[in-house]
């Protein structure tokens, strides 16, 4: 696999599609070892196979960040095989369908709150565990928030209320965080062009009952400010970042 001893390496949870396969590319390329994590173990093969042969390994490693004995597991392959963290990417995330608050499920509000908030905790936990016991100390996590963490789309409870929550939580690892030179920044993306903003290419309803089609913009400029982010010195940190399509109606929104 190379000389890993010099390389920085990443985890990328969500690596098997959109954003997160992306940036686990960019990170690739720019000669990071990376660690793919998701459910479904064929999308991270994907992943891998696309990766240029001039960069780092990339390591996938099937996980449900919900499940704490799945997390556990997947930090425990990353320190075995490359003895240490230097960045994690906290992307996985998921929706519930866009209906009317009461009546959506619990079920699916669980599902929600059990990737997007609890999974960036487990995984920012086991992040921590690693980074402060290594040698040298520290690293970064990077949580993906959305234009959500700010502002909500009409009938979107779970995915704004933990996406707000994600801030929270990057307020709290930055603090937490900081006696162990850990660094903690957020970045917030509207309407990058993935298969989860496909539908968008058809209209999005808006707030006053509207639909509206809205712009998008290439994965690559998000996978670029995440590798960016990625590559300062521990003594500098990116706290939020909000990467957006230029004309979408989030500045004015509602």
Sequence with gaps: MGNVTTRKIALVTGGGSGIG??????????????????????????????????GGPIVPVPTDVSKPDSVRTLFARTREIFGRLDILFNNAGTSAPAIAMEDLPYEQWSAVV???LTGAFLCAQEAVKLMKAQN??????????????????????????????????????????????IACGQIDIGNAATEMTE????????ANGTMMVEPRMDVQ????????????????NVQFMTVMATKMPFIGRG
């Design 21 to 54: 396969r992306a940036v686990s590319l960019a990170l690739q390329s720019a000669g990071y070892a990376v660690v793919v994590a998701g459910r479904r173990a064929a999308e991270l093969e994907r992943t891998a196979a696309s990766a240029t042969s001039a």
């Design 136 to 181: 040298p100390r520290g690293g970064r996590i990077i949580n993906n928030g959305s234009l959500s963490a700010h502002l909500p789309r009409p009938n979107s409870a779970p995915y704004t209320a933990t996406k707000h929550a994600i801030t929270g939580l990057t307020k709290c690892i930055s603090l937490d965080g900081r006696k162990y030179d």
């Design 221 to 236: 400029h998000v996978a670029d400010a995440v590798l960016y982010m990625a590559s300062l010195p521990l003594d500098a």
């Design 114 to 116: 059990g990737v997007n």
């Design 199 to 206: 539908s968008m290419t058809a209209g999005v309803r808006q």
